[in-house]
């Protein structure tokens, strides 16, 4: 069987008519989760999946399934998906762009009158980017089985409005009962939020795994005084402490060449006046590493490097472990077959590793999952001048129909 080709003018215009929901100024995209530009971006998907014949449903948690029927009504459901929702002020294409290529997908199967064995089930997860609602991977882990429903309609965004509430206002609060035992296994096309594919001028990254993260709560206590009276000999100022801490953390990540990911990315500092030597500080360090042994030696190095802040500018130092994400492996058989299909398309690819979460990460649990990469230009992502072009879109979705196809006939 030739695998039909993908219509990439079709392609690009779906992304560009989808991004107007949440559109800014800049050319980036403002889409929090269960907002109202969220169920119009839903509604553009649904429509479009109505009119290729695809059965509907919606869940608890507002995860939208949209399937194409397959003929041997006893084979599981192969699964697609991505996310619709932004950070704010984000980018046209994280998430939106996996939805899409799914949604190209189904369009290819219809118009070329393709039957495949197993149905195939597209998903718009609902909140994987956490901006509104935490935590982040929401829908995907609520599928996978990860909290119960109850436990997630009620968490509440900044203003005090519930998840519950904010769905049922756009009309994805569910009640269909979709379950993964339903489903054979699950592909996810995303962009790569990174410079490598770019870089190296290739079109698809073969993603092997997601690699591990650890987030550390510092505390660092000094002594607040007027910054016009108190001498600079003897002061114990926390802020000053927190830089020297801020510059080993970064030393951190380049001691482990081109794998070590270390960041100081939030720092309040109190009482934070001009005039008041700064008495404390809090900041959150980040680790990220594929190997769980190289994130042992970079906690190891913080402590060393804690320890040191301490003693050289005589503050209290405190640190709290606050998150342990282990390195999340994809399915081998999934990863050779995206790799094959790469080839089989005539598309250059390596393999590699995400440097980010995704709603795949939830799904490794419960049924066997891969992920599929597109370069994105300069690897700037949530951030409104996160780009991508129409060929390299193109090369994905026809990744994704190949792999897609490939699995269903084995
Ligand atoms: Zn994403």
Redesign the pocket.
């Known amino acids: 069987m030739t695998t039909p080709l993908i219509n990439s003018a079709r392609l690009w215009k779906s992304l560009d008519e989808i991004s107007v929901y949440g559109a800014t100024p800049a050319g980036g995209l403002h889409r929090l989760a269960a907002s109202k530009e969220d169920g119009q971006a839903r509604d553009y998907v649904v429509a479009a999946a109505r009119e290729l014949g695809c059965t509907i449903r919606i869940d608890a948690l507002g995860n939208t399934f949209m399937r194409w029927a397959g003929t041997d009504s006893s084979a599981k459901t192969i699964l697609i998906g ?2 619709l929702d932004s950070q704010p002020l984000g980018g046209k294409y ?2 939106i762009y ?1 939805v899409m290529a799914g949604l190209e997908l189904l369009r290819i199967l219809h118009e070329s009158k393709t039957e495949t064995k197993h149905a195939i089930e597209v998903a718009v997860w609902t909140n ?2 956490g901006a509104r609602f935490a935590p982040a991977m929401m829908g995907a882990a609520y599928f996978a089985g990860k909290f119960t429903a109850e436990e997630l309609l009620v968490r509440k965004d900044v203003d005090g409005v519930q998840l519950g509430k904010s769905l049922t206002e756009i009309g994805y609060a569910g009640t269909d009962k979709v379950s993964p035992v339903e489903h054979q296994a699950y592909f996810e096309i ?2 790569e ?1 990174g410079p490598i594919l770019q870089d190296e001028n290739l079109q698809i990254g073969v993603v092997t795994l997601v690699q591990g993260m650890r987030w550390f709560r510092v505390g660092i206590t000094g002594q607040a005084g007027h910054t016009g009276t108190y001498p600079m000999e003897t002061r114990r100022d926390a802020l000053v402490a927190a830089s020297h801490l801020i510059k080993a953390v970064q030393q951190i990540g380049l001691d482990q060449p081109l794998t070590g990911r270390a960041t100081v990315g939030h720092i309040v500092v109190t009482p934070n006046s001009p005039n008041v030597i700064p008495g404390h500080v809090e900041l959150m360090v980040e680790f990220r590493n594929p190997e769980i042994a190289v994130l042992d030696v970079m906690t190891a190095s913080l402590n060393q490097a804690l320890k040191e802040t301490a003693d050289k500018y005589g503050v209290e130092v405190e640190s709290r472990q606050e998150l342990d994400s282990a390195t999340i492996n994809f399915t081998q058989e999934l990863v050779d077959l995206v790799e094959q299909a790469a080839a089989s398309c005539g598309k250059t690819s390596k393999r590699m590793i995400s440097g ?1 979460g ?2 795949a990460c939830q799904l490794t649990s419960v049924m066997p999952t891969t992920m599929i990469f597109i370069p994105c230009d300069k690897g700037i992502s949530h951030a409104e001048n996160e780009s991508i072009t129409q060929e390299w879109a193109a090369d994905g979705a026809q990744v994704l129909v190949e792999t897609v196809l490939a699995f269903d006939s084995k």
């Open positions: 991505s996310h994280d998430g996996g994987e980017e995303h962009i939020q980010a995704h709603d």
